[in-house]
Each structure stands twice: as C-alpha cells, then as structure tokens.
Nanobody
Framework: QVQLAESGGGLVQSGGSLRLSCVAS????????IGWFREAPGKEREGVSC????????YYADSVKGRFTISRDNAKNTVYLQMNSLKPEDTAVYYC?????????????????????WGQGTQVTVSS
C-alpha cells in the first residue's frame, strides 16, 4: 500500500531534457524529506537531488548543479526532477525516496542506506 511510483524516464539525446515525476501513495510527502537518487551499472547508488519539507533546503550533486531542478507539490503528493542539458553520464536508473527522520536535504542525499521509502526506479538513457 505504501509506495512511490516514478515516471518520465526514457531515451533522450545529449543536450535534451526530461522531467521525472514521483507520486506517493499510502503516505503524505509533506511530512517527509524527499529526493532523487540514481544508480548506473557498476556504480553505487548516489544522491542526485533532495529537498526538505518546506522547499527551502535543497541539495544537488555537483555533477548536476545548474542542470537539474527538484520541486515538490504537496497537494499532489508528487516530487519532480527537471533534467536539462542531459549528458551520457547521466544515464542510470533514477529512484525517488522519502524519509521522515533526516531533515536536511544534504543529509538525505548522502545517506541512501538510511531512507524509509523507495520507488522502483525509472530508466534514463542519454545517447551521445
């Protein structure tokens, strides 16, 4: 019953854009710090971007700063990741996650092993 569902992944050319969405069911995102993580083949899962409960505290991995934007719509129980200027190295499975304990976005994005809820992931492939 408690789940996160990602959508919006796909195949895009280098320099293109995608918008990922993650909808929560069975719980409300407004009580959680939420974020996006990605896992590429042979690499550990890494935090991409996370956002605090009030949208005032965000974290972005250095590799995506200036290109990705995280946002949340509590009324829709949804978190988004707008990805612009995509690069082949952005290719990965992207997961959304939510946590009720870690309050700061940076803490969440740097502690994937501690998080409460995970989606099943959506594939993003960027061609060169």
């Amino acid at each position: 019953q408690v789940q996160l569902a990602e959508s919006g992944g796909g195949l895009v050319q280098s320099g293109g854009s995608l918008r990922l969405s993650c909808v929560a069911s069975g719980f409300t995102l407004d009580a959680h710090t939420i974020g996006w993580f990605r896992e590429a083949p042979g690499k550990e899962r890494e935090g991409v971007s996370c956002i605090s409960r009030r949208d005032g505290n965000t974290y972005y991995a250095d590799s995506v700063k200036g290109r990705f934007t995280i946002s949340r719509d509590n009324a829709k129980n949804t978190v988004y990741l707008q990805m612009n200027s995509l690069k082949p190295e952005d290719t990965a499975v992207y997961y959304c996650a939510a946590d009720s304990t870690l309050r700061r976005a940076g803490s969440m994005c740097n502690s994937p092993a501690l998080l409460d809820y995970w989606g099943q992931g959506t594939q993003v492939t960027v061609s060169s």
